[in-house]
Every structure is written in C-alpha cells, then in structure tokens.
C-alpha cells in the first residue's frame, strides 16, 4: 500500500512567520517528490518539486527530503494571508503519484 | 502559457448513466493521469496513460471505468452505469517525462443524481 502522511491541521501562523508543513512516505522505491497548494474549489497548482536528498530553494519556499527517513517538508517564509491553503505532499513512483490528504494553512494578517 | 483542458467544468447524470470526460493535455505532454476529489476528501490515483496504453492503476479503477485517447490531442475518462458515489471532482493532469512534475486541469465536477 503507498501511504502518504501529513497532518492535516489546521496550521494557523502570523503573516511574516515561517510556515512548516510535514508529510512522510511509506514506499521506499519513490523516485519524485511534490508540493502542490489547492485553493477551495480548484485544482492542485504545482509549487516545487524535489527529486534528490537535501534542501531546494525558490523564493520563499523551501523543500526539504530524506530518503532515509521517507520524510518530505515545505517551509513557506514570510508567509502571506494568499499563502492560506490546502498543501498537498505528493509522491511519484513509476507513473503512479499518491498524493497525502493535505495540510490546510491559515496566515492571519 | 500551455495548460491541461478539461470540459465539461460540470456534468449531471442520472444513476446508472454513463458518462465521458474529457481532457486536452499540453501538447507536448507524453504522460497522462486522472485523479478523483470526492468533496472534503483527498485527491485520490485513478490510473496513468503512457503511448497508448494503461501505465499504472489504482484500485479504485474498476471495470466500471476506461480511458481513451482518441485522436492526438484528446483524453478521456469514461464512467459506465454512474452510482451516487462517483460524484466527485475529477482532474486530468499531465506530465511531460517520467517521473516528473504533473500539471493539472481545472477538473469537472461530476454529479451523479
């Protein structure tokens, strides 16, 4: 079975603040690894993406991911109200990509 | 900027009806997928489509369902004899190469009555 795990909140933060969200795997042979945010009522927008161990960084948002421990993470800096969504982990393995039930953000201004 | 087509962006059928779905992907998009949202619910792996056939399946992806791509630019979902429990939202995505990054549709909404 290909488990994907985040906590699904709510995440409440300040705007300004650092936003860390979580998310762990359970198939060891996944090769790719997403962060998409959903808005209510649309669809999945890709963030990052991250395919090798270590951190990668676009903007604000850092992606972090141990293969090791099966363990992905997004950090969202100086989070913005618009940040306040649902993220979604995704993992992809041999055309098939299982996404985590989502981790829903609040930023409060 | 290239981005996956879905329509309709809403769909009401009868129990028992069956339905098609459709989807353009980008154009120079190689694999294909469909996922399913039931409301308040997770996005859920129905099945990936690569050179014309069937990559990977959940278990979700009975014989109730089939995916077609019908001509070059087109992908379909279709949904034999609809239950209740098929209403959902429903997404088409596509990524260019293996493995990598999948960029969805708007989806369509599907409500089975």
């Known amino acids: 079975q290909k488990e994907v795990e985040q906590n699904s909140g709510p995440l409440s933060v300040p705007e300004g603040a650092i936003a860390s969200l979580n998310c762990t795997y359970s198939d060891r042979g996944s090769q790719s690894f997403f962060w998409y945010r959903q808005y209510s009522g649309k669809s999945p927008e890709l963030i990052m993406s991250i395919y090798s161990n270590g951190d990668k960084e676009d903007g604000r948002f850092t992606a972090q991911l141990n293969k090791a421990s099966q363990y992905v993470s997004l950090l969202i800096r100086d989070s913005q109200p618009s940040d306040s969504a649902t993220y979604l982990c995704?993992?992809?393995?041999?055309?098939?990509?299982?996404f985590g039930a989502g981790t829903r953000l609040t930023v409060k201004p | 900027e290239p981005e996956v087509t879905q329509t309709p962006s809403h769909q009401v059928t009868q129990m028992g009806q069956e339905v098609i779905l459709r989807c353009v992907p980008i154009?120079?998009?190689?694999?294909f997928y469909w996922y399913r949202q039931i409301l308040g619910q997770k996005v859920e792996f129905l099945v990936s489509?690569?050179?014309?056939?069937?990559?990977?399946k959940s278990e979700i992806f009975d014989d109730q369902f089939s995916v077609e791509r019908p001509d070059g630019s087109n992908f379909t979902l279709k949904i034999r004899s609809t239950k209740l429990e098929d209403s959902a939202m429903y997404f088409c995505a596509s990524s260019e190469r293996y493995n990598t990054e999948a960029f969805f549709g708007q989806g369509t909404r599907l409500t089975v009555v």
């Open positions: 489509f690569y050179n014309n056939e069937i990559s990977e």
């Open positions: 154009s120079n998009h190689l694999y």
């Open positions: 995704a993992v992809y393995n041999n055309n098939d990509m299982r």
